[in-house]
Nanobody, 120 residues
Framework: QVQLVESGGGLVQPGESLRLSCAAS????????MGWYRQAPGKQRELVAA???????NYADSMKDRFTISRDNAKNTVYLQMNSLRPEDTAVYYC??????????????WGQGTQVTVSS
């Protein structure tokens, strides 16, 4: 069984920063891609950023200059550093992990979501 635990969300003012974390634990054999998605009220879930095991990254165009994704493979953890936050960044942020658990094929797991609210 695999668990994803997210942390780091909260309420901030425009222009401030937040760092999200997502740690995977359980019967993990190998983790491939890790990423972050977000979903604002009334909108579809969208990709924020993704990172491969080797560190190659991919960002949504509107966030590539303000957000940075990184990972610590030894800790099975992915991070999202968000700078210069805007009210339109308000959403629930979900981590997304592609991994092989012990004795299983590749599966995709989602975190429980963490609320990020940007408001003055």
């Amino acid at each position: 069984q695999v668990q994803l635990v997210e942390s780091g969300g909260g309420l901030v003012q425009p222009g401030e920063s937040l760092r999200l974390s997502c740690a995977a634990s359980g019967s993990i054999f190998r983790i491939d891609a890790m990423g972050w998605y977000r979903q604002a009220p009334g909108k579809q879930r969208e990709l924020v950023a993704a990172i491969t095991y080797g560190g190659s990254t991919n960002y949504a165009d509107s966030m590539k200059d303000r957000f940075t994704i990184s990972r610590d493979n030894a800790k099975n953890t992915v991070y999202l550093q968000m700078n210069s936050l805007r009210p339109e960044d308000t959403a629930v942020y979900y981590c997304n992990v592609h991994l092989f658990s012990v004795g299983s094929s590749l599966k995709i797991y989602w975190g429980q979501g963490t609320q990020v609210t940007v408001s003055s």
